[in-house]
């Protein structure tokens, strides 16, 4: 029998699939890549709408603290500083955040760290006896009410499609608590985008790497599985194995674009909607993001958290007790029945990953797996 023409088929072109490809075609790897859209990049798509750069499919700004990963990201495309400083809407009030000083000075007219201290512990009070078996509780043993029932509450049960109360505790962690009159969401060294937009950064890991686009390699996967040896496989890992131990839960997303005739609509790229009443979660403006205030029109997309089915992309891992062992099942199906098979990223991992963390998988896998190493870290 004929060895197969590729070392690596690799299913998917988003950042990890496109890191790991990178890597291996510099080792001298003969790879493919297949990705059933017709752009590259997965999720980090971004086109340019009416003369303005958009992120397609929700704003995605690089941070991290890993001086590595940024020189990385700095040696394929140059790197626009971009700090995120996000506002949230409440009953047509505008709040920065993160939660900060100047969140406090607009919720209770206190100035100081101290004073904001003091209204958040006696808020918390109420709470710190409770054991937090679910988000609600224990975003308000470390917000208090006010900042709750403002802001996370309805934001996070449109998010999710559930109430508060039936979301595990570990998603409210990620939410910053600063005493510090500071806007910047994230707090890390290294922050922006890259120039031009995700797509050239893409085609940067993908260059001298072949391509084919429009394939849904689950729909014909013996065609495909027979060009090579490996396999790294960038889809949800249940369908992969056609859902047979049964379905982990996403959280999907639709997008509304809208050019307006006017050089700006609300002044920021990004505006947060928290009351569950309006529909969605956030709108973002794209010039913001690139400051291209020279033109005289704008462009917003509203984001609108929907529940998952197999017609929608899948965007969130919902990681309660339930997917988890179901996650941790297919895990052991791989190892069992596709020694050939790695799986990686979000999808394939059944994870949320910022990029800089998806960006060191990626590399440790690709490491791993060219020093010989069982299987590599992500199978």
């Given at each position: 029998m004929a060895s197969p023409d590729n070392d690596w088929l690799i299913v998917g072109s988003g950042l990890f699939g496109s890191v790991f490809a990178h890597e291996m075609r510099k080792a001298g790897k003969k790879c493919l890549v297949l990705e059933k859209r017709s752009h590259l990049g997965g999720a980090l798509?971004?086109?340019?709408?009416?003369?303005?750069?958009?992120?397609?499919?929700?704003?995605?700004?690089?941070?991290?603290?890993?001086?590595?990963?940024?020189?990385?990201?700095?040696?394929?495309?140059?790197?626009?500083?971009?700090?995120?400083?996000?506002?949230?809407?409440?009953?047509?009030?505008?709040?920065?955040?993160p939660f900060n000083m100047n969140t406090f000075n607009q919720l209770w007219g206190v100035c100081t760290p101290e004073h904001a201290m003091a209204v958040i512990e006696e808020q918390r009070a109420e709470?710190?006896?409770?054991?937090?078996?679910?988000?609600?509780?224990?975003?308000?043993?470390?917000?208090?009410k006010d900042i709750f029932n403002m802001f996370i509450k309805g934001y996070t049960e449109k998010q999710w499609g559930r109430p508060a109360s039936e979301l595990p505790p570990q998603i409210i962690e990620r939410v910053p608590l600063r005493f510090t009159y500071d806007n910047n969401y994230y707090d890390h060294r290294y922050q922006g985008i890259p120039?031009?937009?995700?797509?050239?950064?893409?085609?940067?890991?993908?260059?001298?790497?072949?391509?084919?686009?429009?394939?849904?390699?689950?729909?014909?996967?013996r065609k495909w599985t027979d060009l090579a040896e490996r396999i790294l496989f960038t889809g949800p890992i249940d369908a992969f194995f056609d859902h047979c131990?049964?379905?982990?839960?996403?959280?999907?997303?639709?997008?509304?674009?809208?050019?307006?005739?006017?050089?700006?609509?609300?002044?920021?790229?990004?505006?947060?909607?928290?009351?569950k009443e309006i529909p969605f979660t956030r709108i973002i403006e794209h010039k913001h993001f690139k400051r291209e205030n020279n033109l005289d029109h704008t462009v917003i997309t509203r984001e609108y958290p929907q529940a998952y089915d197999r017609t929608r992309?899948?965007?969130?891992?919902?990681?309660?007790?339930?997917?988890?062992?179901?996650y941790r099942r297919y895990q052991k199906l791989a190892y069992a029945e596709s020694p050939n098979v790695t799986f990686g990223?979000?999808?394939?991992?059944?994870?949320?990953?910022?990029?800089?963390?998806?960006?060191?998988?990626?590399l440790r896998l690709s490491n791993d797996l060219l020093a010989g190493v069982p299987g590599g870290c992500s199978h």
């Open positions: 798509h971004c086109p340019e709408l009416h003369g303005i750069r958009v992120h397609r499919f929700g704003p995605h700004i690089v941070h991290t603290d890993d001086r590595e990963i940024w020189e990385y990201l700095r040696r394929l495309v140059p790197m626009d500083p971009f700090v995120n400083s996000p506002l949230a809407c409440h009953k047509g009030r505008i709040f920065n955040l709470y710190e006896e409770v054991e937090a078996v679910n988000l609600e509780q224990r975003a308000l043993q470390i917000v208090g120039e031009g937009g995700y797509d050239r950064l893409i085609e940067k890991l993908l260059k001298g790497v072949q391509v084919i686009r429009n394939v849904d390699y689950l729909k014909d996967r131990l049964g379905e982990l839960e996403y959280r999907s997303l639709r997008f509304e674009d809208e050019r307006m005739e006017k050089t700006s609509f609300q002044g920021n790229a990004i505006v947060n909607y928290t009351e992309e899948p965007y969130y891992p919902v990681n309660d007790e339930r997917n988890n062992a179901l990223g979000r999808l394939g991992e059944y994870r949320y990953l910022d990029m800089d963390k998806t960006i060191e998988r990626a």
